[in-house]
């Protein structure tokens, strides 16, 4: 059988490619070349007779079929991984409360806690969904024991952590115009990605005004699909279909990237501990390998 030949590391090759968007970041990630994970690539299409990935400019993206392959691997990786967390587990019980970056809680993170919750029933998690300002104020109010958030929020220490790449993007029919100013589509004043935003603008001598804020992804979404200005937003949040990546040619700065981190106090309980494990593994590789 074909899944027969599929195994766990051609698997998580493969979701490490789709998520990082790049063989060449992948490898430099693992150690590897990339000419070996690229034979890799091509003996999956080969032995699913599909094409998995299609090149852009940046790197590649999944196609139709590869984001449907992608599903069904990264189930098929969550439960090998709850398996053996749910055997090694100890009756473990309690409560934990968790706090996520709203712009970067991705599928990935919220099917994570689901993972968390299966693995380990006797757990009751306090998830705070929130933009990375109010976050920082509640881990200063120890009113969370784990936080995936920016690092510029927090002066604590993270466990780990990892770069956010977000892209200037429009509508896919918005058109830019060069005599005019920018019109921008943003979180609220306080938020870091703003102020780099901004900054950015500022430095470029690119003149702007902000068109409409918000304090969610999704609004933020809603309104650059519907052409009321740019925006910025990390790859996983565009949306193909509707929006577009704008390059340096169209007058916006560089892509800019923003550094996260996980965050946990120093005394943990068991509880703390297994949701830390299970929220690694859904963060980016490279930041797994630089955790403490």
């Known amino acids: 059988m074909i899944s027969d030949q599929i195994g766990i590391d051609l698997l998580r090759t493969y979701v490490a490619v789709c998520r990082q968007g790049s063989l060449s970041r992948v490898a430099a990630q693992t150690g590897r070349t990339q000419s070996s994970l690229s034979m890799q690539m091509r003996r999956l299409e080969g032995l699913l007779q599909r094409h998995l990935f299609r090149r852009t400019g940046r ?12 599903g069904y691997a990264t189930r098929i990786l969550a439960l090998g991984d709850e398996a053996v967390a749910r055997l090694q587990q100890a009756g473990i019980g309690g409560g934990v409360r968790i706090g996520l970056a709203e712009e970067v809680t991705t599928a990935a993170l919220s099917a994570a806690l689901g993972r968390l919750h299966r693995t380990y029933p006797d757990i009751s ?87 409409l804020s918000c304090q969610s992804v999704t609004g933020l979404q809603a309104a650059i699909e519907n052409g009321l200005g740019i925006g910025l937003l990390p790859p996983e949040s565009v949306r193909t279909a509707s929006m577009r990546v704008l390059k340096t040619s169209t007058g916006v700065p560089d892509t800019l990237t923003v550094q996260y981190g996980l965050y946990a106090h120093d005394r943990r309980t068991a509880v703390v501990d297994a949701a830390i494990e299970i929220l690694l593994k859904d963060l980016p590789a490279a930041s797994r390998a630089r955790a403490a």
């Open 59 to 70: 790197g590649v993206v999944p196609t139709a079929e590869g984001e449907l392959f992608l």
């Open 125 to 211: 998690i306090d998830a705070t969904v929130e933009h990375s300002v109010a976050l920082g104020r509640l881990w200063s109010e120890d009113a969370l024991d784990v936080m995936i958030a920016p690092t510029s929020v927090v002066a604590a220490d993270a466990l780990t952590t990892w770069n956010v790449e977000l892209q200037w993007v429009c509508a896919q029919d918005y058109e830019l115009d060069a005599e005019r100013p920018l019109d921008l589509v943003a979180f609220g004043a306080t938020c870091p990605w703003r102020r780099r935003m901004i900054e950015a603008l500022l430095a470029a001598g690119r003149e702007h005004r902000i068109g």
